[in-house]
């Protein structure tokens, strides 16, 4: 529908020759106001590249949302991850200075035992160097619990105070062994990045065909009326028109140049493109899928190795340091052994913080990350000292 409007303001100036028997023209200069008004109202009865090219947006559209919910699972991703950062900093950094204190002790035990003559310089030296080792290493641990610190608080745009630890001893359990083929079943319907790609792939075979149909004719019903005024007129007369007016226009487009076939191929390419970015989204999500849940497994298969390797070392520093006291062991192996132990301890918590990790991306990579998920990650942390929470929930439960 359009609507229009006019006025002028008009100077005329006509001298007329000769005449009819007992009429005559006027001639001079007249000035006169002319206005008018009108009001045009077009239906499409048939366009076939419009009916393609509605579709087409509307799939676009569906892609715009997969691609929002797609980015909301991204940001869980991104602020778990820079959360687990943070708190595996501040673990490396406690193992820091306590493994700095531990051998600050077994350093004052060697050079007093050097002074008395009871142990070797050999001994004293290994003990210092094991000591500054683990000085820069707390340093650096520092360092890193600062940048993950400051990392988090760029993505949350708020200080990050109290942070929660994750309680160890109350992991999730990982997925049965025999469950791989029913996700991968799962993600075939539920993926964002497959429901992405499809909706583009049926935006682009629209697109196609609008462009083809843009060869098609084009019906349209169309309505009008106009009202003129004009105050004179070269003869001296003004006046007043009016006009209505129905009708059907038939557009047929026959010939533009090499337009429409190169929008069409452009179009048609556009479309296969399309079609072969779905089936690469189909293998990444497969691959992704797969991957994901053989990490899940082996990371909590790794965990439990790490728990007994752990034990283990606990075991040796003990007998190691009765070795010590009574004359069979050196103070190098004591060393040895306490490196060993905080070793295993740090590996066994990064092992605990990347399981967790499989285990969101590989909901990610199924289908999509809510908050829901993360409320049942948030039943398994452990507040800080002295917090009291009321309503906290119950643990989760597998």
């Known amino acids: 529908m359009t609507l229009n409007a006019n006025t002028s303001y008009n100077e005329l100036t006509n001298h007329f020759f000769g005449g009819l028997p007992g009429f005559t023209f006027p001639s001079g200069t007249f000035d006169f106001n002319a206005n008018g008004y009108g009001l045009m109202v077009t239906e499409a009865l048939f366009d076939m590249r419009a009916i393609d090219a ?29 959360y687990f950062g943070l708190l595996l900093a501040q673990s490396e950094l406690r193992l820091a200075h306590a493994e700095q204190q531990s051998l600050a002790i077994e350093l004052q035990s060697a050079e007093h035992s050097f002074y008395l003559g009871t142990a070797s310089i050999t001994d004293a030296n290994e003990a210092r160097a094991r000591y500054d080792v683990v000085t820069a290493q707390a340093l650096k641990a520092q360092n890193a619990v600062r940048i993950a610190r400051n ?42 990045t497959l429901a992405v790609a499809r909706a583009e792939a049926r935006a682009a075979r629209a697109e196609a065909r609008a462009a083809g149909a843009a060869r098609f004719p084009r019906i349209e019903a169309v309505a009008s009326y106009e009202y003129a005024r004009a105050g004179n ?30 929008a069409s191929a452009k179009a048609r390419a556009r479309a296969r493109k399309a079609r072969y970015t779905l089936e690469r989204a189909r293998r990444l999500v497969r691959y992704n899928v797969h991957q994901g849940f053989l990490n899940v497994r082996s990371a909590y298969a790794q965990i439990r190795a790490l728990e007994t390797a752990l034990h283990a070392s606990r075991t040796a520093l003990a007998s190691e340091r009765l070795g010590a006291r009574i004359g069979i062991r050196s103070n190098v192996d004591v060393l040895a052994a306490q490196q060993q132990l905080y070793a295993a301890r740090r590996e066994l ?9 499989s285990r969101l991306e590989l909901t990610a990579a199924i289908s999509h ?10 039943r398994r942390l452990l507040p800080p000292r002295g917090f009291h929470h009321p309503t906290r929930a119950a643990p989760a439960t597998d």
């Open 54 to 82: 509605y579709q087409a947006a509307g799939r676009t559209v569906q892609a715009a949302r997969y691609r929002a919910e797609l980015a909301h699972t991204e940001l869980i991703l991104g602020v778990a991850r820079a």
């Open 369 to 378: 990350l809510t908050p829901a998920d993360l409320q049942r990650l948030n």
């Open 233 to 262: 007129s070269m003869f001296g007369l003004g006046n007043v028109s009016r006009q209505k007016s129905v009708g059907i226009d038939l557009t047929f487009p026959l010939y533009q140049g090499g337009e429409l076939r190169a």
């Open 151 to 192: 990392r988090m608080a760029r993505m949350t745009n708020q200080p990050v105070r109290g942070l929660w630890s994750f309680n160890i001893a109350d992991l999730p359990k990982p997925p049965p062994a025999g469950t791989l083929t029913a996700d991968l079943a799962r993600a075939r319907e539920q993926s964002l």
């Open 349 to 357: 918590a990064a092992a605990v913080f990347g399981y967790l990790m």
